[in-house]
């Protein structure tokens, strides 16, 4: 149980870093489209890189928060059923359709982990007037996937304990106030 523990509290905390690191990917994205801004509506010149650097870097903050988003509970839920119900029976439900997470998910690392691969073969890059390198982009789709994946596991793991009643802690409980 030990063991398993720690592993918990290890994804946790490697999806919390990762997570609060590309938090700092805004900034840049924010400086950019002022910069995009001022030179387009003030000067008349806009530029070439900006939108696309933008683009790139906001898609690279999006799949690589995802199991941090996950670990905070932060991902839109329907559940007008579902938050009526008793802890226990929330985890059950949960621990069924965590299958449909895991289907997606792992097509998800799929399918990006062939787009990556493929797009490093052959170094590519947007074919813009700009043109530059998108491989890295790609590959932060896998590993995306991969965090929000082992952060899936973890979710799934608490689910189990608090369906068998078995004492377990949340790792993001010290944070959020909630406790299992």
Request: charged share 15%; hydrophobic share 55%; proline share 4%.
């Amino acid at each position: 149980m030990r063991a398993i523990s720690a592993f918990m509290n290890g994804v946790t905390k490697l999806n919390e870093w990762v997570g609060r690191l590309i938090a700092y990917l805004i900034i840049p994205i924010f400086i950019f489209i002022l910069i995009e801004v001022f030179l387009r509506y003030l000067f008349n010149a806009p530029t070439v890189w900006t939108n696309e650097l933008t683009q790139m870097l906001f898609g690279a903050y999006t799949v690589l928060s995802g199991g941090y988003i996950l670990a905070h509970r932060g991902h839109v839920n329907v559940d007008i059923l579902h938050s009526t119900l008793p802890v226990k029976a929330r985890a059950i439900i949960d621990i069924f359709t965590s299958v449909l997470f895991f289907i997606f998910v792992m097509a998800f690392g799929w399918f990006g982990y062939e787009m990556a691969k493929e797009s490093i073969d052959t170094w590519e890059t947007s074919y813009s007037a700009w043109n530059p390198p998108i491989w890295p982009v790609k590959l932060a789709i896998p590993l995306g996937a991969g965090l929000l994946l082992l952060q899936g596991v973890v979710k799934l793991l608490q689910d189990i304990a608090i369906a068998l009643g078995v004492e377990c802690c949340d790792p993001t409980a010290g944070e959020t106030g909630d406790t299992l």
